[in-house]
């Protein structure tokens, strides 16, 4: 026959219910996604840098850095996700210091700052609108730059370029715009924390 097993050695419901739980909870991650936009008037006398690459045009942006919109917009859009507000809060355009200034340098600042706030970036998505010059060819190597100044994989980050089909200031070929959308992540022991 067999013997009773005494019920002071089986585990209560609740306990049954707390290791349940334990074994489902699912490995926690906590992402964050950002939405960036730029766009500076194309002037005579200047460099035109995007993505961190100077592209041969009769005209350059104007701004108060080298006035890259396609690293701003991703800095805009890094720093929304983070909740760390935009680009012009942390590098003013009023600022002497931050005249001229490689976008690229900024970049690094921008990753900098969501990195100390535990966040890490999944990947970047690109889309930059310009009548001229064409820019399929500097593709490869503005993702080059934007994954270097990020410490990312060149995969991590995709990069689009089209026409305003001759409609706007774009059309006109008056300006550049450029959008990024930027996803991060935040590891499971840092889901506890609060961005700063």
């Not at 991650?29 to 045009?57: N, Q, Y």
């Not at 800095?75 to 929304?80: P, S, V, Y």
């Not at 990753?111 to 100390?116: F, H, S, T």
């Not at 089909?165 to 550049?176: F, M, S």
Request: charged share 20%; aromatic share 4%.
């Amino acid at each position: 026959m067999a013997r009773a097993v005494s019920s002071s050695r089986l585990p209560s419901k609740e306990a049954m219910k707390v290791k349940a739980t334990q074994r489902k909870k699912p490995t926690q991650l906590s992402f964050r996604t950002g939405i960036g936009h730029d766009v500076h008037r194309l002037i005579l006398g200047r460099k035109l840098m995007l993505g961190g690459v100077e592209v041969p045009h009769t005209h350059g942006l104007d701004g108060h850095s080298d006035a890259d919109v396609v690293l701003h917009a991703i800095c805009d859009a890094i720093l929304g996700a983070a909740g760390l507000g935009d680009i012009g809060e942390h590098f003013p355009n009023t600022d002497a210091k931050y005249k001229g200034i490689s976008s690229v340098e900024l970049l690094k600042q921008v990753n900098k700052k969501i990195q100390d706030a535990a966040w890490a970036i999944e990947n970047v998505d690109v889309m930059i609108l310009a009548e001229a010059p064409k820019l399929q060819e500097f593709k490869p190597k503005m993702k080059y730059h934007i994954a270097f100044g990020l410490n990312i994989e060149q995969t991590q980050v995709n990069i689009k370029a089209g026409t305003n089909e001759g409609l706007g200031y774009i059309g006109a070929k008056e300006g550049i715009a450029a959008y990024a959308v930027v996803l991060l992540k935040r590891p499971a022991a840092h889901c506890g924390m609060q961005a700063i």
